[in-house]
């Protein structure tokens, strides 16, 4: 098979968190490094990627029910390259290959920058299975990314946690931090590029830096987040800086400091607290208290008192009794959450709570939920009141889909903002605008800014 794959086009789905993501994006630049071009329609795609995700059953189904339809397209199209990526790939592996013969290659998340050697097995007429734990090489690709405005930037891949819920280690895998050298060439480039804002991404970026060599005097590690946001904060081009996810075990008032102290830092917090409760929180080994993570909260709010709050929950774990899904709703209810993902806990495989007896019904989890999320929109929407009248600083990423004479962006805590203008003119720019009008997760407003507009893309 010679390199020049022109005519060839590929189409990849992406299921899953933000590491999937950004995966994604660098696993479409090597096939576009390789002579592949984008197709919009999966089924024009001569080569179909699916980049999946497990962290609940029905993430997982979904991949099935996609596949099961390119798998039949196959038998058509013998010449259709088909593969799985991501979580699922590593959690089924070889039991993949069963399920759906018609599978070219099978590759978990820590494979991903290797596509192009994977495929080349592929090419010389084998089916691969790539799921042995690796050293994640650094990245030599440059992505295809999504947007011109904002990007991700892994700090950190794998997880070293066992939450007795969670499947991620088991397919991440362990805990592997880039050096800081590395990540700032790669926040400086797009800078160059124009981009405006950056995402830190790990799933647990508090323990950035625990792998890498070198302690203070005090036995502190090196290269933590808060280090590494000092030493990268300046890079020039680059207007904004986020980093997700938090996990409260590691959140220190040393990073709290720092996201107070540097003025790209935006203050918005992802601390996923998963319950309410000290025996779930306990069960689920999460490694602190309710107590404890009030006062995070609080410590955010002393340094930073308008800065926006996100998080994780999950309802209906293992034995979760009524009272103590109530501590989730007090919880809720005491903290005030700018957004909350919310979720039934779902067993997954190979995980410790999957196997215990005290699991609930789908019924009670189902309304725990609903009533969780109520309770969710009714604070997101007290926390959108603060912003309306005031002036927000906006960073225009894209067209309001559904209103092609607004343009949409994020404040600095993070609410997506829609306002009237062109987005030929203000895509990538940072405009002032006047909140004029409030919903629990979104603002509309006006600018009030003359801006210089200079096309920039
Ligand atoms: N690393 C992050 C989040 C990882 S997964 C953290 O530690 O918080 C994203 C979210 O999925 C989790 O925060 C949790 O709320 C949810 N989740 C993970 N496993 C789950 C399961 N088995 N059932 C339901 N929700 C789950
Ligand atoms: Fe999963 Fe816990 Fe790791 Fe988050 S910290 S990815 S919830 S094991
Ligand atoms: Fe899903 Fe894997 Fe992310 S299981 S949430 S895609 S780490």
Redesign the pocket.
Same mark, same amino acid.
């Given at each position: 098979m010679t390199m020049t794959q022109s005519d060839r086009r590929y189409h990849i789905t992406t299921?899953?968190? @933000?590491?999937?993501k950004a995966d994604s994006e660098r696993m479409a630049g090597i096939l576009e490094e390789m002579g592949f071009n984008w197709s919009e329609d999966p089924n024009e795609a001569d080569l179909i990627l699916y980049? #999946?995700? #497990?962290?609940r059953d029905n993430?997982e189904q979904k991949v099935y029910s996609y596949l099961g339809r390119q798998a039949k397209r196959k038998q058509e199209h013998p010449e259709l390259t088909l593969i799985v990526a991501?979580?699922?790939a590593? @959690?089924e592996g070889e039991k993949l290959l069963r399920r759906v013969p018609e599978l070219d290659l099978v590759m978990g998340?820590q494979h991903a920058n290797r596509l192009e050697d994977l495929l080349q097995q592929v090419f010389d007429g084998n089916q691969v299975v790539a799921t042995e734990p690796v050293h994640i090489i650094e990245d030599i690709t440059k992505p295809r990314r999504e947007s011109k405005v904002t990007a991700w930037v892994n700090v950190i891949y794998g997880?070293n946690e066992r939450c007795t819920y969670c499947?991620?280690p088991s397919?991440?895998g362990v805990e592997q931090s880039r050096n800081r050298e590395a990540i700032r060439a790669e926040m400086e480039e797009l800078g160059r590029l124009g981009y405006k804002e950056i995402t830190l991404l790990g @799933?647990n970026i508090d323990a950035y830096g625990r792998d890498l060599p070198g302690v203070t005097a005090t036995g502190r590690h090196l290269h933590t987040l808060t280090d590494l946001l000092y030493y990268v904060h300046d890079v020039s081009g680059v207007e904004r800086l986020r980093f997700a996810t938090s996990h409260p075990r590691y959140f220190t008032e040393r990073l709290i400091k720092a996201c107070y102290e540097l003025p790209k830092v935006c203050e918005h917090f992802h601390i996923p607290f998963q319950s309410g409760d000290n025996e779930l929180l306990k069960a689920m080994k999460r490694g602190y208290t309710h107590e404890r993570y009030r006062q995070i909260i609080e410590k955010i709010r002393e340094y930073m008192p308008d800065a926006s709050i996100s998080a994780d929950a999950i309802v209906g774990f293992p034995g979760e009794t009524e009272a103590q899904f109530e501590n989730t709703l007090k919880l809720v209810d005491d903290i005030g959450f700018d957004q909350l993902n919310t979720a039934a806990y779902s067993p997954r495989p190979g995980t410790p709570a999957a196997i215990w007896d005290n699991q609930l019904s789908e019924e009670v989890k189902s309304d725990r939920l609903q009533r969780l999320n109520h309770l969710v929109s009714q604070k997101a929407a007290d926390r959108s009141g603060r912003y309306l009248g005031r002036i927000e600083e906006v960073l225009v990423e894209d067209v309001n889909p559904k209103d092609p004479t607004q343009v949409m962006g994020r404040t600095r805590g993070n609410r997506l903002t829609f306002f009237k203008g062109n987005i030929e003119q203000l895509k990538g720019q940072l405009i002032k605008v006047k909140v004029t009008e409030v919903r629990a997760f979104s603002l509309t407003g006006v600018p009030i800014e003359k801006t210089e507009l200079v096309p920039l893309f």
């Open positions: 299921f899953g968190c @933000q590491m999937n980049n #999946t995700c #497990t962290i993430a991501g979580c699922v590593q @959690q998340p997880c499947v991620v397919v991440r @799933q």
